[in-house]
């Protein structure tokens, strides 16, 4: 199964910027629909952002809160999926997970849908 693990947080000010990373190995990374979670204490996880597994021209989608801040990508030949994080917010500040899935959903970020998850990296927004 593929094994995957989030770097990047940190802490920041408001309005500053983060770029997170995921490696992943032991699968075949390409072929994986892939996003981007977050939880906060108290809070239920919520969906941030995915991206197909299309190598050329691949599909993103976006949770409202974070869009026109956030961008997910993804390079496949280094087995990496990436989440840059512009103009923070203090209700940013979440552990953040990336996951994988054999498929994307038609619509929304469901975790139901990911079978694979990182441990996650803390962002904290002040």
């Known amino acids: 199964h593929v094994q995957l693990v989030e770097s990047g947080g940190g802490s920041v000010q408001a309005g500053g910027s983060l770029r997170l990373s995921c490696a992943a190995s032991g699968g075949t990374f390409s072929r994986y629909c892939m996003g981007w979670f977050r939880q906060a204490p108290g809070k239920e996880r919520e969906g941030v952002a995915r991206i197909s597994s299309t190598g050329i021209g691949a599909i993103t989608s976006y949770a409202d809160s974070v869009k026109g801040r956030f961008t997910i990508s993804r390079d496949n030949a280094k087995n990496t999926l990436y989440l840059q994080m512009n103009s923070l917010k203090p209700e940013d500040t979440a552990m953040y997970y990336c996951?994988?899935?054999?498929?994307?959903?038609?619509?929304?970020?469901?975790?139901?849908?990911?079978?694979?998850w990182g441990q996650g990296t803390q962002v904290t927004v002040s």
């Open positions: 996951a994988a899935a054999l498929a994307c959903p038609g619509y929304g970020i469901k975790g139901t849908d990911f079978a694979f």
